[in-house]
């Protein structure tokens, strides 16, 4: 299994507060990505990195940010807890792409319930 | 834009029938696409994937995929289900280019259930 760890892996908030889950690799890829899994609607991007500090929006971003402040760490903040963003949240790091994709390699989720 | 259709949320089998899951794809651009499996509580796997080499695609556990730019299809089979195969399959495509390339766009996913 790549080196991928979420924390939390279960956590449940009140609506209006801030949360935060990590995503730790030990594999140094240079590219994370968080996604949001929901019944229905699959997997959707939310934000991704492309380096250090280089971090750049997906299709489901509002109400979240992103951090990375070095290789392996990469931070998902929702900054005021809406109970639409209760979902599983999933991180998954890959290498540079070269000439076509490189494999996605998933960690295990992050269940978020907000209440 | 870029999307992923797959047809039928949930698909049954006996053990040791063929497995068939729908994938089509609509992009502006050459696609590359993935087949993912998830099984209960564990994050995605990679089954296979197509970056425009051979159409047809060998990946794990017995499970194949080709490529048809005609249909817009990248389906995935098996000859011969095991029980082992339950889990949700997901289809996904990138397009993007440069730093976007390692975007992936979903479908919603299919849930295959083996009977015995």
């Known amino acids: 299994d790549a080196g991928i760890t979420q924390s939390p892996r279960h956590k449940v908030t009140e609506t209006g507060t801030p949360v935060t889950l990590r995503c730790h690799q030990t594999?140094?890829?240079?590219?994370m990505y968080w996604y949001r899994q929901d019944p229905g609607h699959g997997l959707r991007l939310i934000h991704y990195?492309?380096?250090?500090?280089?971090?750049d929006k997906g299709e489901v971003s509002d109400g979240y940010s992103v951090s990375r402040s070095k290789t392996e760490d990469f931070l998902l903040t929702l900054e005021s807890a809406t109970s639409s963003q209760t979902s599983v949240y999933f991180c998954?790091?890959?290498?540079?792409?070269?000439?076509?994709?490189?494999?996605?390699?998933f960690g295990q989720g992050t269940r978020l319930t907000v209440v | 834009a870029q999307s992923v259709t797959q047809l039928g949320s949930h698909v049954s089998v006996s053990e040791g029938a063929l497995v068939l899951l729908r994938c089509n794809y609509s992009?502006?651009?050459?696609?590359?696409l993935f087949w993912y499996v998830q099984y209960p509580n564990q994050g995605l796997q990679l089954l296979l994937k197509?970056?425009?080499?051979?159409?047809l695609v060998k990946g794990i556990n017995g499970f194949e995929a080709e490529f048809k730019k005609s249909e817009t299809s990248f389906h995935l089979t098996k000859p011969s289900a095991h029980m082992s195969d339950a889990a949700e399959y997901f289809c996904?495509?990138?397009?993007?280019?440069?730093?976007?390339?390692?975007?992936?766009?979903f479908g919603r996913g299919t849930q295959l259930t083996v009977w015995p």
């Open positions: 998954a790091i890959s290498e540079s792409p070269g000439q076509g994709p490189t494999e996605a390699f």
């Open positions: 594999e140094n890829h240079r590219y």
């Open positions: 990195s492309y380096g250090v500090k280089d971090t």
């Open positions: 992009s502006s651009v050459p696609p590359y």
């Open positions: 197509y970056t425009s080499a051979a159409t």
């Open positions: 996904a495509v990138s397009v993007g280019r440069g730093s976007t390339l390692g975007r992936l766009y």
